[in-house]
């Protein structure tokens, strides 16, 4: 039958044994003792220079999110034509981010400006 005797409690009186398949018995007893861990990423959230307050603040809940997961976050702000001339508008949007998670995250990055856009990496505080 595939089946295996395996002796479970050998200090008892008398020995205990029972049949059963002993790869899956091992198979269990590991899965048991290993432990889940969280794998941190990077999650990137994206804003624009004319985005609406209500817009702003769905997307810090959802970098709230983010971090109370343990994930660290991207805010990248992207600019077209004309807007690239104001970019203390960034500044602005970041310093809402950063504001509004002090409490739950810091700034790892300051913001960096690459090309047509330019972001900060907030990560989560021990």
Do not use: W
């Amino acid at each position: 039958m595939g089946l295996d005797l395996v002796e479970v409690s050998p200090d008892s009186n008398p020995p205990v044994c029972r049949i059963l398949n002993f790869g899956k018995y091992k198979y269990k007893q590991n899965k048991k003792t290993h432990k889940k861990t969280h794998a941190v990423q990077l999650k990137e959230i994206r804003v624009r220079p004319k985005i609406g307050e209500h817009d702003l603040q769905t997307k810090v809940k959802q970098a709230r999110k983010f971090v109370e997961r343990s994930d660290r976050v991207l805010v990248n702000m992207m600019f077209r034509g004309r807007e690239m001339r104001h970019k203390e508008v960034a500044q602005d949007v970041f310093d809402v981010f950063t504001k509004a998670l002090e409490d739950i995250a810091k700034v790892e990055t300051l913001s960096k400006s690459k090309g047509r856009s330019v972001s900060i990496i907030l990560s989560p505080i021990k």
